[in-house]
């Protein structure tokens, strides 16, 4: 039996020619149900990807091959998105199946979230926007996720989303409902429940996800679920009342533009005004949902006038701010001491002085010197000593 070094078991390479040919295992990355996912590298080019490795041969995993390929088959409908995860290469042996993606080097978005607590509006905004883009192209193609949550939603590089995990992902055709109960209990849609506790309950189609996102939404703004609850029971309760608040004191700096969009999809029923967007026909919720966020988001319409008067300000202040290098050294003491006229600051200041000493303009060039206003020396033009008195012809 091969080991790595964390005394992970890896698969037969027997089993599994074709995917050790081709790529290198190394550390673990996550795990699932009946897989462990693996950074692995593509030996030719040395690129990095995300092997996920299902092991076939434990008699408790009966039915995962066909639920693998079937998470194949809707990979490969999908693909091509900018925010899904990507499929690069499928390995199978009686065994083992291997499926190599492409490497979310930040991982979970669950993680990440773990390591921020919350989320900004403006982070949130991108991350909403982003994941109801991939689900309106999921939607598109006739495919329900049913397992949206942070968990399954990868953050690449650029810390954009790639929605992954597939696994409980079917194709439904227009008239088609789902009765089945799975998903993560937190993320539960309230039809998807009452369809499994209620006789007589209609089923539940692709607005289901849209709930998920709901609850997705407001776990990034606040760091918590909305409808969180130990007992499990009550938890389930409130997510078929829909029963959760912006109550906490979390949601005191968070504007009304997200509560709204939060409002919209966290809906049980139909409302007394008509259909809410998300229970509205199956195709168009994501699109609305799509639509709200742009909508809601965007801010003020494009305005020609103001654009052009904002311009102008922007001219304005970059030339005030090229001006700022002519502005005036500080002011020197030791040049003040001695000469305070050569300082332009000072000068007005000296000229005002003298207006009040001698009620006119003192001007330049008239035998006056205004600088002497403020000659703080000695003026030593009288004489020293009596041996030194000029002599005055005709004094008396
Ligand atoms: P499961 O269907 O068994 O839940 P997932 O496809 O969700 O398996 O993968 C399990 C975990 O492995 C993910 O939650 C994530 O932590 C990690 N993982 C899966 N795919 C990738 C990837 N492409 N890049 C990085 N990590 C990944
Ligand atoms: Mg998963």
């Known amino acids: 039996m091969a080991v790595d070094d964390d005394g992970d078991v890896l698969p037969d390479r027997d089993a599994a020619k074709g995917f050790y040919a081709k790529y290198e295992p190394k550390e673990v990355l996550g795990r699932g149900g009946c897989s462990v996912v693996r950074r692995c590298i593509e030996k030719e080019t040395g690129q990095q990807f995300a092997a996920k490795i299902i092991d076939l041969s434990d008699s408790s995993t009966d039915g995962v091959y066909e639920a693998t390929m079937r998470e194949v088959e809707v990979l490969r409908l999908v693909a091509g998105h900018p925010f899904i995860i990507e499929l690069h290469d499928v390995f199978e042996s009686s065994t ?116 998920a996102c709901g609850v997705i939404m407001y776990t990034l703004l606040v760091g918590c679920p909305p409808f969180w609850h130990r007992k499990q029971m009550v938890m389930i309760r409130n997510i078929m009342e829909g029963k959760y608040s912006f109550q906490s004191p979390e949601w005191d700096d968070i504007t009304d533009t ?50 052009f008067q904002f311009g102008i300000m922007c001219v304005r202040a970059v030339i005030r701010i090229q001006r700022l290098r002519f502005t005036p050294e500080p002011v020197s003491l030791a040049v003040t001491r001695v000469d305070p006229y050569r300082i332009k600051a000072l000068r007005k200041v000296i000229d005002n002085c003298a207006f009040r000493v001698y009620g006119h303009w003192v001007k330049k060039g008239e035998g006056q010197d205004r600088a002497a206003l403020f000659q703080n020396y000695p003026k030593l033009d009288f004489p020293r000593s009596p041996m030194e008195a000029p002599l005055i012809v005709g004094q008396s």
């Open 96 to 211: 083992f199946i291997f499926l190599v993606f492409e490497l979310c080097e930040h991982g979970e978005l669950f993680d990440h979230l773990t390591t921020v607590v919350t989320l900004s509006e403006k982070k949130t905004k991108v991350i909403m926007r982003q994941l109801l883009e991939a689900l309106a192209h999921v939607h598109g193609k006739g495919i329900v996720h049913r397992d949206l949550k942070p968990e399954n939603i990868l953050l690449d590089d650029n810390y954009n989303i790639k929605l992954t995990d597939f696994g409980f992902a079917k194709v439904l055709t227009p008239s088609e409902t789902l009765t089945e109960l799975c998903g993560t209990p937190g993320y539960l849609a309230p039809e998807l429940l009452r369809c499994n506790m209620i006789e007589g309950s209609p089923g539940y189609g692709h607005p289901v996800d849209l709930w």
């Open 258 to 307: 997200p509560k709204d969009l939060i409002s919209i999809t966290l809906v049980v029923g139909i409302t007394p005004s008509g259909c809410s967007p998300r229970l509205d026909s199956p195709s168009r919720s994501q699109i609305i949902g799509v639509t709200l966020v742009e909508k809601q988001y965007k801010g003020r319409p494009f305005n020609a006038k103001k654009m």
